[in-house]
């Protein structure tokens, strides 16, 4: 049923970018370590800002596909002949334990907050937020045409992120010079930020979803 692919074959999609996005993980935490074990500790807070944006957003991911999976079922999805009520029983802390993913993304939020006050004064950034040296005025979908091109979905990735950040250290200066104090103004931040955080972790795991299905030599 059509009805039935539409509803499922985006978090397929979705499982096969946190798959990828997990190798990638993977590869910056051994390199990290390597640069730990030699003295090099100015790698950890990118390690822990994208293990923790990772963990939130696969776990809310996989929370909404358990229980569209069981929606498409009907009443089957609540029998435990159709094994999702054990998945759902299981897999659904996850958005909890190791870390209870709003606060997991307000710690990714702090980390970009850094990274963007070291842009503007003209500091290199790490990698994963290398793109925050600058915002373009209009969205760069919006001049595209080819909206299946996965260049043009990382570029509108990139800018929906980079714009929300900027935003959020907008809002959160804004809070400050009102006369908070800065645990009143983060506070007062905190939705814009955890909105930020999330576009963060969206676009790298769409970024690292395009190169790997590059790598691979998949046509997309």
């Known amino acids: 049923y059509v009805t039935q692919q539409y509803k499922l074959f985006p978090h397929l999609a979705a499982a096969y970018a946190f ?3 997990s190798q990638s993980m993977l590869s910056v935490y051994f390199t990290s370590m390597d640069k730990i074990s030699h003295g090099d500790i100015t790698v950890l807070p990118e390690l822990h800002a994208l293990s923790s944006g990772l963990k939130a957003l696969s776990s809310w991911a996989m929370n909404a596909g358990i229980e569209e999976c069981r929606m498409a079922c009907g009443g089957h999805g609540y029998s435990h002949a159709s094994g999702i ?3 759902y029983m299981e897999h659904t802390p996850t958005a909890t ?3 209870e993913n709003t606060v997991l993304m307000l710690q990714v939020a702090r ?3 850094k990274s963007y006050n070291q842009s503007l004064r003209g500091e290199k ?3 994963s937020v290398a793109y925050l040296a600058g915002v373009q005025s209009v969205p760069v979908a919006g001049r595209a045409k080819n909206l299946l091109d996965l260049g043009v979905l990382c570029d509108a990735y990139q800018h ?6 900027h935003e959020a250290a907008l809002q959160l200066k804004s809070e400050m010079h009102a006369g908070k ?3 009143d103004a983060w506070n007062a931040t905190s939705v814009d930020l955890v909105r930020a955080a999330t576009a963060h972790s969206q676009y790298f795991a ?6 790997m299905l590059k790598n691979f030599g998949v046509d997309s």
């Open 125 to 127: 950034l790490a990698g």
């Open 19 to 21: 798959s990828l996005a």
């Open 181 to 183: 104090d800065q645990p």
């Open 97 to 99: 334990y190791e870390g």
């Open 160 to 165: 929906r992120a980079a714009r929300l950040v």
């Open 85 to 87: 009520p054990s998945i």
């Open 111 to 113: 980390y970009l907050m």
């Open 206 to 211: 769409g970024k690292n979803f395009a190169e």
